[in-house]
């Protein structure tokens, strides 16, 4: 089963940028389209991003332009490259593959963007 760490987090103030990562461990990973979602205090999750295998990408609108997703397979890692954030993004990430009910949630990364 594959195993998923995430990192890169931080606080930074509004138009700053951070570079997240997903780890994985485990066999398989790059056979899967990968997702980054995030949470909010008191919200639920919320998709940000998508990357396929074949590296084709999909974003929420309110990330566009500023968000950018990746994969090195050969690493066995996504990344998220957020710039000019804003303090609504602010939440824990969390890497997660595309498959149905995924229950192995890591323990996420904190972004914290103060205006």
């Known amino acids: 089963q594959v195993q998923f760490v995430e990192s890169g987090g931080g606080s930074v103030q509004a138009g700053g940028s951070l570079r997240l990562s997903c780890a994985a461990s485990?066999?398989?990973?790059?056979?899967?389209?990968m997702t980054w979602y995030r949470q909010a205090p008191g919200n639920g999750r919320e998709l940000v991003a998508t990357i396929t295998r074949d590296t084709k990408t999909n974003y929420a609108d309110s990330v566009k332009g500023r968000f950018t997703i990746s994969r090195d397979n050969a690493k066995n890692t996504i990344y998220l490259q957020m710039n000019s954030l804003k303090p609504e993004d602010t939440g824990v990430y969390y890497c997660?593959?595309?498959?149905?009910?995924?229950?192995?949630w890591g323990q996420g990364t904190q972004v914290t963007v103060s205006s």
């Open positions: 997660a593959p595309v498959v149905p009910n995924f229950r192995s």
């Open positions: 485990g066999s398989g990973f790059a056979i899967y389209s």
